[in-house]
DNA sequence: GTATGCTTTCGGC
DNA sequence: TTACGGCCGAAAGCATAC
């Protein structure tokens, strides 16, 4: 069962401030760069029949909406992240595995719960339904199939506040008319580079053979198309663990090749990033820079070190440098900045004997 | 040839 | 000048180790 909070960010700005359902509501990302400079976060369905979508820039949505009585607010991720919490514990309990994916998402397997009846399992999101309505006053949409795959499809069908049932003899009736932008790991450009192959949907791609897609896709990629066209999923619903990479993303007042202005913009997100990896007590490995060009392109680079670190200097040194490397591969200017970490361990006694061990061996095979 | 590590890009939310 | 966010995980593509 993969369970889906309704336009989630737009949904909480609704609660606590009910007047807000009846009029169009985008919930933005401001860059700070102009006034109206940023992205648009979720809308509420009443924006959304104007057109607003998620991703679009902001005075797009505004020009959609003029004359609408729209309301536009910035994000609060406080806020909704206080609201996730809520929100999942009460998911949690309803379910034998349990796997949040992102805010707002999670797959509940509960093939025990219900002795694997569809017909049990209905009845069980109708109780989750009622119980996030009672508690906490809000609507999610719920799809129910045999594996996190075909769930995963269902739950879009009936938005909002809807349940959809997809039984294994329904599946492949179910996925056969649907385009293959459905699939997870199909976004525009393989399903543009698929139109051109004839695929157009996911019927289209179970006729297909296997080898050409191979061919075309790589092993990995190409028999999960295959499998994932037939409704064949295994992937167990399992509890996230840890993050495994961290990163900080800000736009620049204005765009620059200079080195200084960017590293005056990118030292407040490497303090922050580095207050995060304290508290977790994380040792990162790797760092990276993101740069956003004029044209909206994404670049990264990175470095990873010989031994684990939550050096702030070392971090900022990295940074710089990586960044001047990069202004020497560009004509370019550079829109937003960003850095990320990777590759952690976990800081823990016994940790420092291993690190000296390992600083000790390089040593000596330098010698 | 297979496993593993590193860098970069892609795509979802 | 004035027309686009801020995250995250997964995978490709390449290099190297064994």
């Known amino acids: 069962m993969l369970v889906d909070l309704d336009y989630f960010f737009a949904q909480l700005e609704e609660l606590r401030n009910p007047s807000l359902k009846k009029r169009p509501l985008v919930v933005c990302v401001y860059s700070g760069r102009t006034e109206d400079s940023g992205a648009v976060s979720t809308a509420n369905y009443l924006a959304r029949e104007f057109g607003v979508k998620s991703g679009m820039p902001i005075f797009r949505a505004k020009k959609k909406l003029e004359n609408n009585d729209a309301v536009f607010l ?5 806020f909704y992240e206080e609201m996730c919490e809520k929100v999942m514990k009460i998911f949690r309990k309803h379910a034998g595995r ?5 805010i707002d998402e999670a797959y509940l397997d509960v093939t025990d719960k219900t002795s ?3 017909e049990d399992a209905r009845a069980l999101a109708s109780e989750i339904k009622k119980e996030l309505k009672v508690v906490l006053r809000l609507t999610c949409s719920i799809g129910i199939g045999p594996n996190k795959l075909v769930a995963k499809i269902a739950a879009d069908i009936q938005k909002p506040d ?3 049932v997809v039984e294994p003899p329904q599946v492949e009736s179910f996925l056969s008319p649907l385009s293959t932008e459905k699939l997870i790991g199909v976004g525009v450009k393989t399903r543009e580079k698929m139109q051109a192959l004839g695929i157009h949907t996911i ?3 179970a006729k ?3 080898q050409k897609l191979i061919a075309t896709y790589g092993k990995t990629l190409g028999t999960y198309f295959h499998n994932a066209s037939l409704g ?3 992937e167990p619903v399992e509890e996230r663990g840890e993050a495994e990479s961290f990163s900080r993303i800000s736009t620049l007042k204005q765009n620059t090749r200079d080195l200084n202005t960017i590293f005056e913009r990118v030292t407040p997100l490497c303090n922050n990033i580095h207050d995060t990896i304290m508290k977790e007590k994380l040792l990162f490995r790797t760092i990276g820079i993101i740069a956003v060009m004029d044209d909206l392109s994404t670049h990264t680079r990175s470095k990873t070190l010989e031994s684990p670190s939550n050096n702030l200097e070392l971090m900022f040194n990295i940074v710089r440098e990586l960044f001047g490397k990069f202004l020497k591969e560009t004509d370019r200017e ?34």
């Open 74 to 78: 910035p994000v609060d991720y406080d």
């Open 98 to 102: 349990f796997e949040q994916v992102g």
């Open 116 to 118: 694997g009846r569809f």
């Open 162 to 164: 809807g349940v959809t």
């Open 203 to 205: 019927g289209d791609l």
């Open 208 to 210: 297909f053979d296997v």
């Open 232 to 234: 064949i999923d295994d």
């Open 334 to 367: 550079v829109r937003r900045v960003g850095i990320r970490v990777s590759n952690f361990t976990k800081e823990e006694i016994g940790q420092k004997q291993l690190t000296s061990f390992i600083e000790r061996k390089s040593d000596f095979s330098t010698v």
